[in-house]
């Protein structure tokens, strides 16, 4: 029950969205889809549906690429700046790019691509910050950032993003050496990377939540 | 080989720790550099008004400081010099005829007739009386030397049982009274004017009311409406409200209500002399 503790938050995350859609924005609407696909792929990890040659590495690693995607394009979503979307949507093919690489030249399709997860990981980390500096620079006076959905939303994946880099620098030399202190952290680790993230998200969904909320009855008075 | 993979293991833990401890930091970080933001945001904000206001202040305190020496001038200067001529004419018309007489009397009684009238002029630009007779008297003596003149019906109506409001707060209810008759007089062309004081514990209200012209509710915000600004800048002034009300054809109506137990800083301030 407790190995698969980040499925329920996954889940929860998920719940929680559905019942805020209608309220939520253009940028978080689509975490509905997303985190829709997030559940069914790992529920049937769980179930191991998706074992392949005694693997799920490359589900894993297809997985993470359209993570890396989707988070990418939400975090360069929430900047108003086109020139600052357009550079990051370049790094991000650069990355995909590279991600496929590994897949098939480097590490292999049935292997953890961790080289390409650490660079995503990175760059999500990297992406984060450099919002986190315009968030500073640029913000609005009225503004209160506790109750600020992508504040929150960004948080998450900043420590889920910071949660696996060193997870996945030392994986390829540890996983397949079958160290069993390294399984107890290969357990440990994502799962409080997911806690994290899918609280954080759950957070920001209510707040935007109450913020439509707010919006509406000003509106009505 | 174990002892490898142990450290190994160790350094995963660690580095995770310590980037996550970063992410900590960062969010701390960001949140603490918000939460000043706003705090200086905030008092830039107070700043900013508390400038206003002095300005506001100040501006009223050179307004009265004008009246109060328009007030002297036509009390000590002009009244006294009609007041020498009335006595020279009464001289005069010791040693002229009957007929001549009648004609220096006429022009005694209208040299009187402005001297009463310069003196009441005085009275009303002056702080000085409102400080002595107090804001209803002042107007009483207002409404009765308006109604004389006849350009306008003034009535004026008390309700409660009275108290001093503070001489500056009197002062400045005063001068929102005559901004507000101006105004009926020189814009709303109205026939009546009508003033009610509400006197009740907690509650102190001034409704000002004319049948005058009106106008749109739009103007408050242009910039034309400097007058009506002007009273709704004295209200805010003394920590009064001002409510006003007016659509053309239709008159205007000022509501103004303060908590007389609440006492603003000013009104027990330094400037005795002033409403500032």
């Not at chain 1, 190995?3 to 929860?12: A, T």
């Not at chain 1, 919002?131 to 900043?158: C, K, M, Q, S």
């Not at chain 2, 003596?141 to 001093?164: C, Q």
């Not at chain 2, 409200?241 to 027990?268: K, M, W």
């Amino acid at each position: 029950m407790l190995d698969d503790l980040y499925f329920y938050f996954e889940l929860f995350s998920f719940f929680v969205c559905l019942c805020t859609y209608k309220k939520l924005d253009r940028n978080f609407k689509i975490f509905l889809p997303f985190l829709a696909f997030i559940v069914i792929y790992e529920f049937a990890n769980i179930k191991y549906w998706t074992l392949w040659h005694h693997t799920n590495a490359w589900c894993n690693n297809l997985e993470s690429i359209i993570e890396i995607i989707f988070y990418t394009r939400f975090i360069s979503s929430l900047d108003k700046r086109k020139q600052y979307r357009k550079k990051v949507g370049i790094v991000l093919f650069i990355i995909v790019l590279f991600s496929f690489i590994d897949m098939i030249f480097i590490q292999g399709f049935f292997m953890m691509n961790t080289i390409a997860m650490v660079f995503q990981y990175s760059m999500l980390t990297v992406l984060v910050c450099l919002y986190y500096f315009n968030l500073i620079n640029n913000v609005d006076e009225n503004l209160d950032i506790i109750r600020y959905p992508p504040f929150w939303a960004t948080a998450g994946i900043l420590f889920y993003a910071l949660a696996f880099i060193f997870y996945h620098v030392a994986f390829s030399y540890m996983a397949y050496k079958h160290n069993y202190h390294f399984f107890l952290l290969a357990q440990v680790i994502p799962n409080i990377a997911c806690l994290i993230l899918y609280s954080l998200l759950s957070v920001a969904f209510i707040y935007q939540y109450k913020k439509a909320n707010s919006i509406n009855a000003i509106k009505t008075l | 080989m174990l002892f490898k993979d142990e450290e190994i293991i160790l350094l995963v833990i660690a580095g995770t720790a310590v980037v996550m401890l970063l992410g900590v930091f960062i969010i701390s970080f960001l949140l603490v550099y918000q939460k000043k933001q706003n705090k200086n945001a905030l008092e830039k904000e107070q700043l900013k008004s508390s400038f206003q206001h002095e300005l506001l202040k100040t501006r009223m305190e050179i307004q009265e400081e004008t009246l109060n020496h328009i007030s002297r001038e036509l009390h000590d200067n002009i009244t006294q010099v009609l007041s020498f001529v009335k006595l020279n004419l009464g001289v005069l018309g010791r040693n002229l005829g009957e007929q001549e007489k009648i004609r220096v009397n006429d022009n005694r009684e209208l040299i009187a007739q402005s001297i009463s009238d310069l003196r009441n002029l005085s009275k009303s630009l002056s702080f000085e009386h409102i400080s002595v007779m107090g804001l209803v008297k002042t107007l009483e003596i207002e409404a009765e030397r308006i109604n004389r003149s006849g350009i306008i019906n003034l009535s004026l109506s008390v309700e409660g049982d009275r108290y001093a409001l503070g001489e500056q707060r009197e002062l400045v209810l005063f001068r929102i009274f005559q901004e507000a008759l101006n105004n009926a007089l020189k814009y709303a062309q109205a026939d009546n004017f009508k003033m009610s004081l509400y006197y009740k514990a907690q509650m102190f209200n001034l409704t000002i009311e004319d049948d005058g012209v009106g106008f749109e509710p739009e103007l408050l915000k242009d910039k034309g409406g400097s007058g009506l600004r002007n009273i709704v800048n004295r209200a805010a002034l003394i920590g009064a409200s001002a409510i006003i009300n007016s659509s053309p054809g239709s008159g205007c109506s000022i509501n103004l209500s303060l908590n007389p137990l609440v006492q603003e800083t000013y009104v027990n301030g330094t400037y005795s002399n002033s409403p500032g």
